[in-house]
């Protein structure tokens, strides 16, 4: 099956092309991806989904290893995203009463309904 070409780098002035869907080559995503993390992710955010979060989300994806979201309308989904019904910053926990597994696209869709992303 042929591949798609590879497109440019987004970085404008760059001579090198973009992998794997990304929209910056190797170099520049790297760049893009350090500066995201130094100015605009939260600092705390280890604090909130450190290592013990990784323990839970596999724990719950074992047990939910279907979308919520696409089972109820009878399609059968892998989990991509362990999502918190009452997000973290507004007092929500790692309790399984307040998680839900979904698809990328299930996940995506919430957050836009919600309005923060």
Not at 10 to 23: I, N
Request: with cysteine; glycine share 8%.
């Amino acid at each position: 099956m042929p591949r798609k070409p590879k497109r440019p780098c987004g970085m404008s002035g760059c001579p090198l092309f973009a992998e794997d869907g990304s929209p910056y080559c190797k170099e520049h995503g790297k760049k893009q991806r350090d500066s995201y993390n130094r100015y605009e992710r939260s600092p705390d955010i280890n604090k909130k989904y450190g290592r013990a979060w990784k323990r839970i989300r596999d724990r719950y994806t074992s047990k939910h290893p279907l979308c919520e979201r696409c089972l109820e309308e009878g399609r059968l989904t892998p989990v991509e995203e362990v999502h918190h019904i009452v997000p973290i910053s507004k007092g929500g926990d790692h309790r399984e009463t307040n998680l839900m597994s979904l698809c990328q696209s299930c996940h995506t869709k919430i957050h836009h309904e919600l309005g923060d992303r």
